[in-house]
């Protein structure tokens, strides 16, 4: 076991104990303290494969944005100091069994997929630009995979993503003017302040 | 388990099943919102995994875990907004009181 698949797995120990302790934890604090070792412990995940952009993305906006939104969350709703939302025991039983059912059914349809056993370098950050920016050139060329052994692949055409690029920016604009006028400050009745 | 992606994939399973459960079982609606949260990063580290481990789409598995990432950033604000409305109007987060909202 070289080191580079010994790191992966302590990591993937953290990344995944931390994913159960957030499901089991009774307290609303503690699964944010949880899950944001889940997140970190993923960005470094993405590290480790190369997408260091990526990896980059998910620690500022995820830990760094919404985590933070999701604590400030808890704070603005806290209620009084010995109130707690506790799930019933039949509830975790029946919770526990489907989801051990549902990993087992992932895990086994999972294991026979085959990477493809050749490496190459990450696509840069230029590239990634590139692809948002619509220049078609910046995706590799390549065959497709998953075809059967003996029928030809055929090559996949070069796409580019400057649309769905521009949709996620209108998308943010919207959610980001939305979100505004749902969470706005209630006026109460009578006083017009 | 010789294939390198397995274990990348087992993990996305992990996290995949981990959100659902927690989605099911939180009783606090922004508990669930951390269920989501998890679900969505098991699929982006399938997609990360698979970006890094067939060439062919190096570059399109991390461009659609960027999209996962700001559609996730975009879902926690809107379904905060939500919640936050929710509380000043009922006082509560537990989502079995938002009878209501059943349709």
């Not at chain 1, 003996?150 to 690029?165: E, I, K, N």
């Amino acid at each position: 076991m070289d080191v580079g698949t010994l790191f992966f797995w302590i990591i993937a120990v953290v990344v995944g104990l931390s994913a159960i302790m957030v499901v089991v934890t009774q307290n609303i604090v503690r699964a944010a303290v949880w899950l944001l070792f889940t997140l970190a412990g993923t960005s470094v995940l993405y590290f480790q494969l190369n997408a260091d952009f990526v990896g980059a993305t998910q620690l500022i906006v995820y830990v760094g944005g919404t985590l933070v939104l999701v604590v400030f969350g808890v704070m603005l709703t806290a209620q009084g100091p010995f109130v707690s939302l506790r799930t019933g025991p039949g509830e975790w039983a029946v919770a526990t069994v489907a989801g051990l059912l549902f990993l087992g059914v992932l895990m086994a349809s999972t294991t026979g997929i085959k990477s493809s056993g050749k490496v190459i370098d990450a696509p840069s950050v230029q590239e990634l630009g590139e692809g948002f920016l619509g220049l078609i050139e910046a995706t590799k060329p390549g065959q497709l995979t998953g075809y059967p052994e003996g029928t030809p692949a055929p090559d996949r055409s070069r796409v580019a993503y400057l649309l769905p690029f521009e949709i996620v920016s209108v998308h943010l604009l919207v959610v980001l003017i939305g979100a505004a006028y749902l969470a706005r400050a209630k006026r109460r009745s009578g006083g017009h302040a | 388990m010789s294939d390198p992606l397995t274990p990348y994939l087992w993990l996305g399973a992990l996290l995949f099943t981990c959100g659902v459960v927690c989605m099911a079982t939180k009783r606090n609606a922004i508990g669930v919102l951390m269920g989501v949260e998890l679900v969505l990063n098991g699929a982006n580290v399938n997609f990360v995994a698979c970006a890094h481990y067939n060439p062919t789409f190096a570059l399109e598995g991390q461009v659609f875990a960027l999209f996962t990432i700001v559609l996730a950033a975009a879902e926690a604000a809107i379904a905060l907004a939500i919640v936050l409305n929710f509380y000043n109007n009922h006082n509560t987060v537990d989502v079995d009181a938002a009878e209501e909202l059943r349709g």
